[in-house]
C-alpha cells in the first residue's frame, strides 16, 4: 500500500528489460535472456509504458501534496474492487465522510477536481463518489496542497485516475458476484484485451440495495431506501507510433434512488382531501442520469511533448415529490428537474528549453448549459404567515443559463542546485455566467531533497474558484410571496466566485526500509468563501458565500511494509470557518443569519479530528485486512455552534484466490463493515444547510465470488 509514493514508477517488466540490457551490455558473453513466449509484443509493452510517462511529466504534482493508492490499496479496503469510489478517498488523508456520499478534503465543501489520465473530468449534478467506479482503477492520487499552475477552478483536491493496462496480445475477463445485508445486489462484468497498436477495455456494473441514501433514523435498516445503479465504463487506446497515441474514454450512468422515510412526524399543514398522512408512507423518489466522452491525442516531438483533449458531458438529476405528504410536513412539494450540458477543449503542453529549465504552458475551455425547472404546490397565507386555505395553488418556475470557463498558463521548472527544484509559474482564469469574474494567480513551489530519505517542500498558491454553474439557482421570490414557500429573507444576492491565498510546507521522511512518514501543514485564507447546502428535501445542493473564510490544518501520515504485511495511518485536524454571508441569503433563518453577519462560524463539513488507519497481510493465495476509521463530529446546532457526536467503526475482511489453470482463478471474498454495529450520526438534521438526519450504515456482511480469466 503505496499511500506516500512521490513518482510515477514504470512498470516491472520494462524495468525487468532495461536491466537485462545493462547486463548483456557490460558482459557480451553472457547467455541472452530467456525467449519470450511473445517476444514480438514486447515492444508494445515498452511503447506505452514510455508514452504513460510522457503524459506523467506533462502535467506532474510540481511540490504539491500527493498520495498514491494502487488497486493492492483498494483490494484491503471494504468490499475492494465493489466499494464505492468515495469509500476508496475515504481512506486518504484529511478526508472526512459525509451524507449522500460527499467527501471533505481539508475543510472543503466539495471543490475536488476529477480527471482520468491527465484529462478533467467535466462537472455533473450528482457526485462524482456515485458516478465513478473502481473496478477500472489501476492508481489514484489524491493531489493537495499548493497546486502548479495547470491546476485551475476546482483546488481542494486533484484526484488523478489512471486507468488498467491491457496486456499486448491478451484477451482478459472476469465475472463478479456480490451480496449481503440490506438486500445488496451487484454484478460487475469486464473484459479486456489488446492486438497491435490497439487496446482497451470494458466494464458494466450493476447495484442494488436498501441503503442508497443514509438512514435519517438510528434503525438497522430503512424505510423506503432502495437504489438501483447502472455503470459502463470503457477505454481504447491506439499507438499510431512510437511518440503519439489517440485514446477514447465513454462512460454513462443511470441511478434511481428512493428517498429514506422519517416516521412520527407531525403533520403542519392542512391539505384538503387528506385528513391524516403517515410519514413512514411517504414516497419521494430521484434519478441521477450522467454520460461523458474524452478523445485524447498526445504527441511528444523531439523536447516538446503535449497532450490535447476534447470533453462533452451531459448530466440530469430528477426530484419526485410525494405531493400530498410534502404538503402536510412542509407546506410546499417542489418537482425538480435539473440538467447540464458541457463541452470543452484542453491542452497540455512540456518543453526542456535547457537542461536546467523545464517550461510547462496549456490552455482550457468549457461551455456549460444549465438548466432548472421547478414545478411548486404551496398553500396560500394571510399577511402574518398563516395559512388561509387547504386547497394549494401551482407555481412554476424555470431558468437557463449558458456559462463559459476560461484558463490558461505558463511555468517554470527550474533546479538551480541537484538537490533543489523551483517551480514558479502564473495562470489566468475567467468565468462568465452569472457574473464575468477573472483573475491571475501566481504559483510558486519549492522541493528540497535533504539526503535521500528526506524531502522539505513549501508552497503558496493563488486561488479562483467559480461557484458550480449548475447547482446556482436563481429563484423568482415574488412569485411566491403570500404562501407556504415565502422566505423570511427576500435578499438574494449573486453567487461570487471564491478568491484565496494557499500556503503549505511538509516534509516526508524514510525511516529505514520499511517505514516512512510525513507531516503537512496548510493555511487558506478567502473572501467570498464558498459553501454549499441542502436548503431543501431534494438531494440538490445550493452554493453560497461568505465574506471572509479561513481554512488551516496539519495532516500526518505512516506507512509501514514488510514481505505481506502491510499498515498505514493518517491523523488530520483542521479547522474551516467563515463570517458573514454575501449571497443566498433567503435560504438562511432569520436569526441565525443575523448572528453569522457579525460572528465567525465553523463551516457545517469542519471537523476538529480524522483518522483512518488499516492493516493487511497476504500469504500464499490468501488476505486478511482491517481497517479504522474515527471523526470527531461534523458541525450541528444554532449557526453550526455544536457537533455530532464522534464515530469510530471497524471494518474487517478476508480473500483466497482458487488457482483453476495458469490463466483461470476464483476469488472469494468476505467483507463485514462496521463489525460492532455501531450506532452514530453524520448529521442531526441541525446546522447551516443541513435539511435532515443520517446516520452511518449499520453492520454490514458481505460475500463475493469471482472468476477471472
Same mark, same amino acid.
Given at each position: 500500500?503505496n499511500?506516500?509514493?512521490?513518482? %510515477?514508477?514504470?512498470?516491472?517488466?520494462?524495468?525487468?528489460?532495461?536491466?537485462?540490457?545493462a547486463?548483456?551490455?557490460?558482459?557480451?558473453?553472457?547467455?541472452p535472456?530467456?525467449?519470450?513466449?511473445?517476444?514480438?509484443?514486447?515492444? %508494445?509493452?515498452?511503447?506505452?509504458?514510455?508514452? =504513460?510517462?510522457?503524459?506523467?511529466?506533462?502535467?506532474?504534482?510540481?511540490?504539491?501534496?500527493?498520495?498514491?493508492?494502487?488497486?493492492?490499496?483498494?483490494?484491503?479496503?471494504?468490499?475492494?474492487?465493489?466499494?464505492?469510489f468515495?469509500?476508496?478517498?475515504?481512506?486518504?488523508?484529511?478526508?472526512?465522510?459525509?451524507?449522500?456520499?460527499?467527501?471533505?478534503?481539508?475543510?472543503?465543501?466539495?471543490?475536488?477536481?476529477?480527471?482520468? $489520465?491527465?484529462?478533467?473530468?467535466?462537472?455533473g449534478?450528482?457526485?462524482?463518489?456515485?458516478?465513478?467506479?473502481?473496478?477500472?482503477?489501476?492508481?489514484?492520487?489524491?493531489?493537495?496542497?499548493?497546486?502548479?499552475?495547470?491546476?485551475?477552478?476546482?483546488?481542494?483536491?486533484?484526484?488523478?485516475?489512471?486507468?488498467?493496462?491491457?496486456a499486448?496480445?491478451?484477451? &482478459?475477463?472476469?465475472? =463478479?458476484?456480490?451480496?449481503?445485508?440490506f438486500?445488496?445486489?451487484r454484478?460487475?462484468a469486464?473484459? &479486456? +484485451?489488446?492486438?497491435?497498436?490497439?487496446?482497451?477495455?470494458?466494464?458494466?456494473?450493476?447495484?442494488?440495495?436498501?441503503?442508497?441514501?443514509?438512514?435519517?433514523?438510528?434503525?438497522?435498516?430503512?424505510?423506503?431506501?432502495?437504489?438501483?445503479?447502472?455503470?459502463?465504463?470503457?477505454?481504447?487506446?491506439?499507438?499510431?507510433?512510437?511518440?503519439?497515441?489517440?485514446?477514447?474514454?465513454?462512460?454513462?450512468?443511470?441511478?434511481?434512488?428512493?428517498?429514506? =422515510?422519517?416516521?412520527?412526524?407531525?403533520?403542519?399543514?392542512?391539505?384538503a382531501?387528506?385528513?391524516?398522512? $403517515?410519514?413512514?408512507?411517504?414516497?419521494?423518489?430521484?434519478?441521477?442520469?450522467?454520460?461523458?466522452?474524452?478523445?485524447?491525442?498526445?504527441?511528444?516531438?523531439?523536447?516538446?511533448?503535449?497532450?490535447?483533449?476534447?470533453?462533452?458531458?451531459?448530466?440530469?438529476?430528477?426530484?419526485?415529490?410525494?405531493?400530498a405528504?410534502?404538503?402536510?410536513?412542509?407546506?410546499?412539494?417542489?418537482?425538480?428537474?435539473?440538467?447540464?450540458?458541457?463541452?470543452? !477543449?484542453?491542452?497540455?503542453?512540456?518543453?526542456?528549453?535547457?537542461?536546467?529549465?523545464?517550461?510547462?504552458?496549456?490552455?482550457?475551455?468549457?461551455g456549460?448549459?444549465?438548466?432548472?425547472?421547478?414545478?411548486?404546490?404551496?398553500?396560500?397565507?394571510?399577511?402574518?404567515? $398563516?395559512?388561509?386555505?387547504?386547497? %394549494?395553488i401551482?407555481?412554476?418556475?424555470?431558468?437557463?443559463?449558458?456559462?463559459?470557463?476560461y484558463?490558461?498558463?505558463?511555468?517554470?521548472?527550474?533546479? %538551480?542546485?541537484?538537490?533543489?527544484?523551483?517551480?514558479?509559474?502564473?495562470?489566468?482564469?475567467?468565468?462568465?455566467?452569472? !457574473?464575468?469574474?477573472?483573475?491571475?494567480?501566481?504559483?510558486?513551489?519549492?522541493?528540497?531533497?535533504?539526503?535521500q530519505?528526506?524531502?522539505?517542500?513549501?508552497?503558496?498558491?493563488?486561488?479562483?474558484?467559480?461557484?458550480?454553474?449548475?447547482?446556482?439557482?436563481?429563484?423568482?421570490?415574488?412569485?411566491?410571496?403570500?404562501?407556504?414557500?415565502?422566505?423570511?429573507i427576500?435578499?438574494?444576492?449573486?453567487?461570487?466566485?471564491?478568491?484565496?491565498?494557499?500556503?503549505?510546507?511538509?516534509?516526508?521522511?524514510?525511516?529505514?526500509?520499511?517505514?516512512?512518514?510525513?507531516?503537512?501543514?496548510?493555511?487558506?485564507?478567502?473572501v &467570498?468563501?464558498?459553501?454549499?447546502?441542502?436548503?431543501?428535501?431534494?438531494?440538490?445542493?445550493?452554493?453560497?458565500?461568505?465574506?471572509?473564510?479561513?481554512?488551516?490544518?496539519?495532516?500526518?501520515?505512516?506507512?509501514?511494509?514488510?514481505?505481506?504485511?502491510?499498515?498505514?495511518?493518517?491523523?488530520?485536524?483542521?479547522?474551516?470557518? +467563515?463570517?458573514t454571508?454575501?449571497?443566498?441569503?433567503?435560504?438562511?433563518?432569520?436569526?441565525?443569519?443575523?448572528?453569522?453577519?457579525?460572528?465567525?462560524?465553523?463551516?457545517?463539513?469542519?471537523?476538529?479530528?480524522?483518522?483512518?488507519?488499516?492493516?493487511s497481510?497476504?500469504?500464499?493465495?490468501?488476505?486478511?485486512?482491517?481497517?479504522f476509521?474515527?471523526?470527531?463530529?461534523?458541525?450541528?446546532?444554532?449557526?453550526?455552534?455544536?457537533?455530532?457526536?464522534?464515530?469510530?467503526?471497524?471494518?474487517?475482511?478476508?480473500?483466497?484466490?482458487?488457482?483453476?489453470?495458469?490463466?483461470?482463478?476464483?476469488?472469494?471474498?468476505?467483507?463485514?463493515? $462496521?463489525?460492532?454495529?455501531?450506532?452514530?450520526?453524520?448529521?442531526?438534521?441541525?446546522?447551516?444547510?443541513?435539511?435532515?438526519? &443520517?446516520?452511518?450504515?449499520r453492520?454490514?456482511?458481505?460475500?463475493?465470488?469471482?472468476?477471472?480469466?
Amino acid at each position: 500500500m503505496n499511500f506516500l509514493a512521490r513518482l %510515477p514508477i514504470r512498470s516491472f517488466s520494462a524495468l525487468l528489460l532495461a536491466a537485462a540490457s545493462a547486463a548483456r551490455a557490460q558482459d557480451p558473453s553472457a547467455p541472452p535472456a530467456p525467449p519470450s513466449d511473445r517476444p514480438v509484443l514486447l515492444a %508494445p509493452v515498452i511503447v506505452s509504458d514510455e508514452l =504513460d510517462n510522457a503524459r506523467e511529466d506533462i502535467v506532474p504534482a510540481l511540490g504539491a501534496t500527493q498520495y498514491t493508492i494502487g488497486h493492492d490499496q483498494i483490494a484491503v479496503e471494504p468490499l475492494g474492487d465493489a466499494a464505492n469510489f468515495n469509500e476508496v478517498l475515504l481512506r486518504g488523508p484529511g478526508m472526512a465522510e459525509d451524507s449522500f456520499g460527499q467527501l471533505h478534503i481539508r475543510g472543503e465543501h466539495a471543490n475536488l477536481q476529477y480527471r482520468i $489520465n491527465d484529462v478533467v473530468i467535466p462537472e455533473g449534478i450528482s457526485g462524482f463518489g456515485q458516478e465513478l467506479d473502481t473496478p477500472f482503477v489501476k492508481t489514484l492520487s489524491i493531489e493537495t496542497g499548493s497546486l502548479p499552475a495547470q491546476f485551475g477552478f476546482r483546488t481542494a483536491g486533484i484526484v488523478d485516475i489512471h486507468t488498467i493496462t491491457p496486456a499486448p496480445g491478451s484477451s &482478459q475477463g472476469g465475472l =463478479d458476484i456480490l451480496g449481503g445485508s440490506f438486500n445488496t445486489q451487484r454484478i460487475d462484468a469486464r473484459a &479486456q +484485451g489488446a492486438e497491435g497498436a490497439f487496446s482497451g477495455f470494458a466494464i458494466a456494473t450493476f447495484d442494488s440495495n436498501d441503503l442508497g441514501i443514509e438512514n435519517p433514523t438510528g434503525s438497522a435498516s430503512a424505510l423506503h431506501d432502495q437504489t438501483h445503479q447502472g455503470k459502463v465504463f470503457s477505454e481504447g487506446s491506439w499507438v499510431i507510433d512510437s511518440t503519439s497515441r489517440l485514446s477514447l474514454l465513454v462512460s454513462t450512468s443511470v441511478s434511481t434512488f428512493q428517498i429514506p =422515510d422519517s416516521p412520527g412526524q407531525q403533520p403542519s399543514y392542512a391539505l384538503a382531501g387528506v385528513p391524516t398522512f $403517515n410519514s413512514a408512507e411517504l414516497n419521494e423518489n430521484q434519478r441521477e442520469d450522467n454520460a461523458f466522452a474524452i478523445v485524447a491525442y498526445q504527441k511528444t516531438a523531439g523536447d516538446l511533448s503535449l497532450q490535447v483533449s476534447a470533453f462533452t458531458r451531459y448530466s440530469l438529476v430528477e426530484f419526485e415529490p410525494d405531493v400530498a405528504g410534502d404538503l402536510i410536513f412542509n407546506g410546499v412539494s417542489s418537482r425538480v428537474y435539473q440538467d447540464l450540458s458541457s463541452d470543452g !477543449l484542453e491542452m497540455d503542453a512540456r518543453w526542456l528549453a535547457t537542461a536546467t529549465h523545464t517550461l510547462r504552458f496549456g490552455i482550457i475551455l468549457i461551455g456549460e448549459n444549465a438548466g432548472t425547472s421547478t414545478t411548486n404546490e404551496v398553500f396560500p397565507t394571510s399577511a402574518d404567515g $398563516n395559512q388561509t386555505s387547504a386547497s %394549494p395553488i401551482r407555481i412554476e418556475d424555470d431558468s437557463r443559463k449558458l456559462g463559459w470557463l476560461y484558463g490558461a498558463y505558463v511555468q517554470d521548472e527550474w533546479k %538551480p542546485l541537484a538537490n533543489l527544484t523551483v517551480n514558479y509559474g502564473l495562470r489566468a482564469d475567467a468565468s462568465d455566467a452569472y !457574473l464575468d469574474e477573472g483573475q491571475l494567480s501566481p504559483r510558486l513551489n519549492l522541493v528540497y531533497q535533504l539526503g535521500q530519505k528526506t524531502t522539505l517542500h513549501a508552497g503558496y498558491a493563488r486561488y479562483f474558484t467559480p461557484p458550480p454553474l449548475e447547482l446556482v439557482q436563481p429563484a423568482d421570490l415574488a412569485k411566491f410571496s403570500g404562501t407556504t414557500n415565502a422566505p423570511a429573507i427576500t435578499a438574494d444576492s449573486p453567487v461570487r466566485s471564491e478568491r484565496s491565498h494557499y500556503f503549505d510546507a511538509g516534509i516526508t521522511q524514510q525511516l529505514g526500509d520499511h517505514l516512512s512518514v510525513s507531516l503537512d501543514g496548510y493555511d487558506k485564507k478567502a473572501v &467570498q468563501q464558498l459553501d454549499e447546502g441542502q436548503f431543501g428535501a431534494a438531494l440538490i445542493f445550493a452554493p453560497f458565500n461568505y465574506l471572509y473564510g479561513r481554512v488551516y490544518g496539519a495532516e500526518f501520515s505512516a506507512n509501514y511494509t514488510a514481505g505481506g504485511f502491510a499498515a498505514y495511518a493518517n491523523i488530520a485536524s483542521g479547522r474551516a470557518r +467563515g463570517e458573514t454571508v454575501t449571497s443566498g441569503q433567503y435560504q438562511f433563518d432569520p436569526v441565525e443569519l443575523a448572528y453569522i453577519q457579525s460572528h465567525w462560524v465553523h463551516l457545517d463539513h469542519d471537523q476538529a479530528l480524522t483518522t483512518s488507519s488499516g492493516v493487511s497481510y497476504s500469504f500464499d493465495d490468501n488476505l486478511v485486512y482491517s481497517d479504522f476509521l474515527y471523526g470527531s463530529g461534523l458541525r450541528s446546532g444554532f449557526a453550526n455552534t455544536g457537533h455530532v457526536a464522534e464515530h469510530h467503526p471497524v471494518n474487517a475482511g478476508f480473500e483466497h484466490d482458487f488457482h483453476i489453470t495458469k490463466h483461470k482463478a476464483i476469488k472469494a471474498r468476505l467483507d463485514v463493515s $462496521n463489525i460492532f454495529d455501531e450506532v452514530y450520526e453524520l448529521r442531526d438534521g441541525s446546522g447551516i444547510g443541513v435539511f435532515a438526519p &443520517q446516520y452511518g450504515q449499520r453492520r454490514g456482511i458481505f460475500a463475493s465470488i469471482g472468476y477471472a480469466y
